[in-house]
């Protein structure tokens, strides 16, 4: 090869071949396509951008809540529930801290199994209710609610990945089935349930607070952000409830229950200058500790929602309208007997014939037939208007939960029996608290003041109702009625005067009587000068006794006599040894 064609040949070589020359290589797309991929990467990178701009731009907000809401948490600061006392200052209900133990289930069931075995016994639950609180598709659950620190520190000391506790209150009742149906109690969440707890709910709990948190994976408080707002606890509350009175309450009407046999009983004690409540029991009765098997029969408040036909203890409030509206005296003669008196086709008729009757006798006796012929003298809007002045046919205004009504029928309806039967009590259905506020009248000269379930210290607005002359008269029936000659001469209280009526009604049970009784007394002492007014009911005793002087006469005399020395009241008799009559009088039904 010469030099010059070796030369040229270099020369093509460094120049090279076009492409195109090639048929293999040869372009054959169109040149409009290229273009479209070239403007769809620009459209692409053109998104990307605007997205960029609105994220960092339009949404930071809404993203910086999103991010927060993963690792930021507001917790619930509780308040404590405000303490409910006595009148003396003693504590019927406070709060103590506890915790409420949750879970992370992914977290915690990945723990030795020997770990939930120990776990599921300081819960007190078995290890299969453990694992199937745990299988929950929730990131969040809590295992028990309410638990003691000592046993919350054991869980804590197992060293269980994903377990946690949030601070809470118990309330705890120190006077537990004593105080339960005035105090009532509260649930989990800490809201009142019944009694006190319930009627004074907005009162007593408080304002709960919360503080910004910033958590772990594992739910671990890592840093406090800020403290958002501070709890206020609730206000404390006292009762006009005495607890000694109240025990003595209790003890007796829980006495008597079982003696008799009764399926149910209720007491009432109301302060005669003031109108508060110083003891309200009932049985059957519950602890507000320890709820676990508590039934509806445990749970009723009967002074407050059981009504029952008052029976012979209204026939004071008949007599006593008589002679208000001077239809008779005191030493008006009623003939009673043969002891029966027909009305229409019915007959009514006491259970001892009397005969020949003087207006306060016919209270000492009990005269059915005495009362009922008083009644008929007056027309019946009177007696309408005698009952519903002293609160029968209207809800107490206590506010306590489940205060009933009771029933007095509109007077247009009463038929001449209906008038005569409703005289001395049937007909008619009260709860234990209304006929002891409707005693009011009598031991306080004519007036009724209010009833309430806190201390009071402001002087009552009284309402007269009847003149004195008219109570004071009333009074002393009902003095004769509690005395040796009546029909309960076991009310009667060594070395004070008291007065009272005895009460015995047959129940009711769908719609028809039965030969079931409600055995009552309501009274009060000292006579002189009425401290207290107590109202006794036992329902259905079936021991053998049945009749109110016997049954529930008893309970007034030992309730009123120790709770008249526990508040240092002074004697008014010079009494100091009853003696019951082998032949008492018993009241007619």
């Excluded at 070796?6 to 070589?13: E, I, V």
């Amino acid at each position: 090869m010469t030099r010059g064609t070796s030369r040229n040949s270099r020369t093509a070589a460094g120049k090279g071949v076009p492409f195109v020359a090639s048929p293999v290589l040869a372009t054959k797309l169109p040149a409009w396509r290229s273009r479209v991929v070239l403007f769809l990467i620009f459209a692409a990178f053109l998104t990307l951008a605007g997205r960029a701009l609105w994220l960092q731009g339009m949404s930071t907000d809404f993203l910086q809540k999103q991010g927060a809401s993963r690792y930021a948490r507001t917790l619930e600061l509780p308040a404590t529930r405000g303490k409910i006392t006595d009148r003396n200052g003693q504590v019927l209900a406070s709060s103590i801290p506890v915790r409420a133990v949750w879970a992370i289930p992914d977290d915690v069931l990945q723990s030795p199994k020997d770990k939930l075995q120990a776990l599921a016994k300081l819960l007190d639950m078995s290890e299969r209710d453990l694992r199937r609180k745990l299988d929950s598709d929730r990131s969040f659950v809590y295992l028990k609610r309410q638990v003691e620190l000592d046993t919350v520190d054991k869980i804590l000391k197992l060293g269980i990945a994903g377990i946690d506790t949030r601070k809470e209150y118990k309330r705890y009742y120190p006077e537990g089935e004593v105080m339960a149906h005035v105090v009532g109690f509260t649930n989990v969440e800490d809201k009142g349930q019944e009694g006190m707890e319930l009627a004074f709910q907005k009162t007593l709990v408080g304002v709960t607070g919360n503080r910004r948190v910033i958590k772990d994976r594992l739910g671990r408080i890592v840093e406090d952000i800020e403290s958002v707002r501070e709890p206020h606890d609730g206000k404390d509350l006292t009762l006009s409830i005495d607890s000694k009175i109240q025990y003595i309450a209790f003890s007796a009407l829980k006495d008597a229950v079982e003696l008799h046999k009764a399926k149910a009983g209720g007491i009432v004690v109301l302060d005669a200058k003031t109108g508060e409540v110083l003891a309200l029991a009932n049985l059957p009765t519950y602890n507000p500790n320890n709820r676990s098997v508590l039934t509806g029969a445990q749970l009723r408040n009967r002074v407050m929602t059981d009504t029952f036909e008052p029976g012979s203890t209204l026939k004071p409030f008949t007599i006593a309208l008589a002679l208000e509206n001077k239809y008779i005296t005191p030493g008006t003669m009623i003939q009673t007997a043969p002891g029966k008196l027909k009305i229409g086709t019915a007959t009514i008729g006491d259970a001892h014939a009397s005969g020949l009757l003087s207006v306060a006798q016919v209270i000492e006796k009990s005269s059915n037939v005495g009362t009922a012929k008083i009644a008929l003298q007056m027309e019946p809007h009177e007696m309408w208007d005698m009952f519903t002045s002293v609160g029968f046919g209207q809800q107490p205004k206590v506010g306590f939960p489940g205060a009933v009504a009771g029933r007095v029928r509109p007077y247009k309806s009463w038929r001449p029996i209906e008038q005569a039967t409703m005289s001395y009590g049937h007909g008619i259905s009260v709860s234990l608290l209304q006929i002891a506020h409707a005693y009011m009248i009598f031991a306080r000269d004519g007036e009724i003041i209010p009833v309430t379930f806190q201390r009071s210290t402001d002087q009552p607005i009284a309402q007269r109702v009847i003149s004195e002359k008219t109570a004071r008269a009333t009074r002393g029936m009902l003095e004769m009625a509690a005395g040796p000659t009546g029909t309960a001469p076991q009310a009667q209280v060594p070395g004070y005067r008291v007065a009272g009526k005895t009460g015995t009604a047959y129940k009711i049970e769908k719609g028809q009587y039965v030969k079931k009784y409600v055995s009552s007394f309501v009274g009060f002492a000292p006579v002189s000068d009425p401290r207290i007014i107590v109202a006794v009911m036992i329902d259905e005793p079936s021991a053998g006794k049945h009749y109110g002087g016997q049954v529930a006469a008893p309970i007034f005399s030992t309730v009123t006599a120790n709770a008249l020395r526990s508040m240092n009241v002074a004697p008014d008799s010079s009494i100091t040894n009853i003696i019951i009559p082998a032949d008492a009088a018993v009241e007619n039904m």
